[in-house]
């Protein structure tokens, strides 16, 4: 990797010292600061010194145990925007170059793409029936197209981030491209365009019938039939699999596609369908919400659950209402906001009593004890979290289409876990881990991957090095996730004392394995 600049080195060093002096005029000790922000001792040393970065949550946790009154977190986010400044100038370095080399191997992509979709004179009735705006529009897409052409002949020369900025770049012409068309024409634009990128995050893997039926539908939302949203649904089910496996990057694009078109269907939809269709909406924009939290947008996932909980009201859906508090709850408790937790949690409650859904009941239970664990109260957690495994146990009519179909014996231990690590009992925390990995359904890759990086944690924590350096190359192996790979790199960066020994080494070789090496030296 890349020296670290200068400047940012000296932004964290000066960071690091008003940490120190913040803490020490709170008359915190270095252990009791650790404990609040569930690291250990040596970690909040290394970063008092400048020697060891945190993410956001590290630092939103200091300000508040230091009464810094905003300091702390406001002197991060300047060296974290500088530090993506930073980025941004290598990565335009970098995209300039690759362009250059690329230029020998431009074509005409977009005429040869519409060309052999439309048939024998498709591209030029497809540019004759775009609206001007969308024509406009229709000139810029060369540009994308052919960087997708050469992405893959230059992928010694070319980073990862550079395709993705690519395909994003794609993907916002072809989202505006489309708003400016009107309906008829979009369906001829997808009549020509199956099987293709464009047309791939709306059609999915439908079959030839499926997908004329879907088509004719967007031409005319008043179209809409039960058919149609099952093959929502059925989508639906599809990319929160998918992104279980794949990480929330891998399903983000397509999951809004699916929205957008749900939009649109909405607009028209028959009465008698509007509620499901609502439904769907709301289930997609809760699901939305948690990809951009998993990718630290946390005023996007706002935004997405604030729209989910709106939708599932008019649709007089309690369940998906429930599930978006309970994902706004999780949210505030990563944050470190246990009080904003707590407070969702109790709304939640009161609406989890009008539901038969056992699963969403033991959501909210969970979200309630995460929220007092994260504000340091151990009664008040252990008595929620009783509450959720009492629901469960309990429960003889479990729904495999709740919203919360995943939650499990095997994942409620392991939630646990994470509560007692917040609330600094380490070896009860070691012991729940241990169980809930055990128990857990491996079919849900992603999630059976944060409960084994939750182990890691409580073994590191123990004193368990080895342990917990093995478990972390087990996980870098299973995970997609951003969220998932930003708190490994975080908790491979507070195992820094360590790094000479065979444990610590062979993680590295893992790491460089799977793409998440960060450079740890001092």
């Known amino acids: ?141 060369a540009g994308p197209l052919a960087h997708l052409s050469w992405i893959g002949n230059l992928a010694g020369d070319v980073p990862g981030t550079e395709a993705d900025e690519v395909i994003g770049q794609l993907a916002r012409l072809l989202c505006r491209w489309v708003g400016a068309m009107n309906r008829r024409e979009l369906l001829q634009f997808l009549g020509w365009a199956v099987g293709t990128t464009a047309a791939s995050p709306v059609l999915g893997d439908l079959n030839p019938d499926e997908q004329e039926r879907l088509s004719r539908a967007i031409a005319a939302p008043s179209r809409v039939d039960k058919h149609v949203i099952d093959h929502i649904e059925t989508m639906l089910r599809y990319c929160k699999r998918q992104e279980d496996a794949l990480g929330s990057r891998a399903v983000l694009s397509t999951m809004l596609a699916q929205r957008n078109l749900v939009t649109n269907l909405l607009t028209e939809c028959p009465s008698a369908l509007r509620s499901r269709l609502l439904s769907a909406y709301s289930d997609m924009s809760t699901s939305l919400g948690f990809y951009f939290f998993d990718l630290s947008k946390f005023d996007e996932a706002a935004d997405c659950w604030d729209q989910a909980r709106a939708a599932a009201q008019d649709a007089n859906n309690i369940e998906l209402d429930i599930y978006a508090l309970g994902n706004m709850c999780y949210s505030a408790s990563w944050q470190g906001k246990g009080h904003t937790a707590i407070d969702l949690a109790e709304a939640a409650q009161s609406l989890s009593r009008k539901t038969e859904d056992p699963l969403m009941r033991v959501c909210i239970a969970t979200e309630a004890a995460l929220g ?31 919203p919360a179909y995943w939650y499990h014996e095997g994942w409620l231990i392991s939630r646990k876990s994470e509560c007692l690590l917040r609330l600094g009992k380490i070896r009860e925390a070691v012991l729940s881990a241990s169980e809930g990995l055990a128990l857990f359904d491996k079919s849900f890759t992603g999630s059976r991957a944060f409960c084994m990086l939750r182990l890691g944690n409580a073994q590191l924590q123990a004193g368990e090095i080895d342990e917990a350096a093995r478990l972390f190359g087990d996980t870098a192996a299973q995970t997609r996730s951003t969220r998932l790979v930003k708190e490994l790199r975080n908790t491979r960066a507070r195992m820094q004392p360590w790094q000479d020994t065979p444990a610590v080494k062979a993680l590295d070789d893992q790491l460089a394995t799977y793409g998440l090496v960060t450079n740890f030296a001092g």
């Open 372 to 402: 007092h664990a994260t504000n340091g109260d151990h009664a008040d957690f252990m008595t929620a979290f009783e509450k959720a495994e009492n629901i469960l146990k309990s429960a003889n009519n479990l729904r495999p289409e709740s």
């Open 1 to 141: 990797m890349a020296r670290e600049p200068d400047e940012l080195v000296e932004m964290r060093l000066v960071l690091g010292a008003q940490l120190a002096a913040y803490r020490q005029a709170a008359e915190l000790s270095q252990g009791q600061l650790a404990r609040a922000a569930m690291v250990d001792r040596t970690t909040v040393a290394h970063i008092e010194k400048g020697r060891s970065r945190a993410d956001e949550r590290f630092w939103r946790i200091a300000d508040e145990k230091c009464w810094a009154g905003g300091a702390l977190l406001a002197g991060f986010r300047a060296w974290e925007a500088a530090k993506q400044d930073h980025e941004v100038r290598a990565r335009e370095a970098q995209l300039a170059e690759a362009r250059a080399k690329a230029e020998a191997l431009r074509a005409p992509l977009a005429a040869q793409l519409f060309g052999e979709a439309a048939g024998p004179g498709g591209a030029e009735a497809l540019t004759n029936s775009i609206t001007a705006g969308g024509a406009e529009l229709m000139e810029g897409l």
